[in-house]
């Protein structure tokens, strides 16, 4: 049996004497999209923000078979660990282009180059915009922007945090069937969502985060009868 790409056992986060993220256990394979969901304040942010190692945690986090939870946030990028955070976090003084390159700074010129046209050929509108301002983007096109910039650094696991927030429903489909075209493409995913239904519909395996624990998980149809 091939070990899984990520695998978090028993991770525990806490802010001061709170705990927020209690003994969570999850799992992503290799070319999966996996979603976790629940309501606001169920503590999906803090689990990934404690996996990119953006905060302290207890517990074993192993990616690619080895362990990380001692690792510092540089090293999980390098080894192909990439979050997407909700505020999507772009220089919206500096052009589309830009952005993006700066999500490949450590990659040669020829790498970032390539990769930049790959990005550009999954995100047309990106490239139709590549010299405007990231600041007066759409929604949706920050959305995509913030996604392409991660791309650029090749990840194996790309995570990403609420990335319907704020999205009209239509633009919303377009952001989950660029999820799918990614994965199909060899990209792991794992997605947070509040959006249930829209998670559902593309994931392969979800978990049920309330309070702070998994309470529920399966395959997106258990999840959904569940329900």
Do not use: W
Not at 61 to 86: H, K, M, N, W, Y
Not at 127 to 138: D, M, V
Not at 159 to 186: H, K, N, W
Not at 194 to 201: E, F, G, S, V, Y
């Amino acid at each position: 049996m091939t070990a899984p790409l990520l695998d978090v056992r028993d991770l525990s986060v806490a802010y001061g004497r709170a705990e927020v993220v209690h003994n969570v256990s999850i799992t992503v394979t290799q070319g999966a999209l996996v979603t976790v969901i629940g309501a606001n304040g169920a503590g999906k942010t803090t689990l990934l923000n404690a996996l990119m190692g953006l905060l302290a945690a207890r517990g074993a986090i192993t990616f690619r078979d080895r362990p990380i939870a001692s690792v510092p946030l540089e090293a999980r990028v390098q080894q192909g660990l990439c979050l997407v955070p909700e505020r999507r976090e772009l220089f919206a003084d500096m052009p589309v282009e830009d952005n993006l390159l700066l999500g490949g700074i450590r990659r040669s010129r020829a790498e970032r180059n390539q990769t930049l046209e790959q990005v550009f050929s999954q995100f047309p509108r990106l490239k139709e915009r590549r010299q405007q301002l990231a600041g007066t983007l759409s929604g949706g096109e920050r959305q995509m922007l913030a996604m392409g910039r991660a791309l650029m650094a090749r990840p194996t696991l790309l995570m990403l945090d609420e990335p319907s927030l704020g999205l009209a429903p239509r633009i919303v489909r377009d952001i989950f069937q660029i999820l799918t075209e990614l994965r199909a493409g060899g990209v792991s995913i794992l997605l947070v969502e509040q959006n249930a239904r829209a998670a559902l519909q593309v994931a392969d395996y979800a978990y049920v985060m309330e309070l702070g624990a998994i309470t529920t998980q399966g395959s997106p149809a258990e999840i959904a009868q569940d329900s």
